[in-house]
């Protein structure tokens, strides 16, 4: 973990530290925190959403392919055990 200096610009003008409003200053850094939290947790969520989708459409397409081949199992072994009538 390495430190950040990109808040250490108010510290250029050390004589008027005390005219600075650290109010503010606090302020906007925690809602830039809340706001980049925000930004993560929905990235994360549109990413959870896009793998529910395409293990949803596996899941689908394993099934399809599993009945078809049942079908087509079923429909060989009847026509094996009963012959083929055309």
């Not at 809602?31 to 993560?40: G, N």
């Not at 078809?68 to 429909?75: G, H, P, Q």
């Amino acid at each position: 973990m390495v430190p950040s200096y990109k808040h250490f610009g108010i510290f250029e003008d050390i004589q008027h530290a005390k005219e600075f409003d650290w109010c503010v200053y606090v302020l906007e850094w925690l809602l830039d925190c809340v706001r980049s939290l925000t930004k993560a947790k929905i990235l994360n969520i549109k990413i959870l959403a896009l793998w529910v989708v395409v293990f949803t459409i596996f899941v689908f397409y394993t099934l399809t392919m599993l009945i078809l081949v049942l079908i087509v199992f079923l429909i060989t072994s009847l026509e094996f055990l009963y012959g083929r009538r055309t």
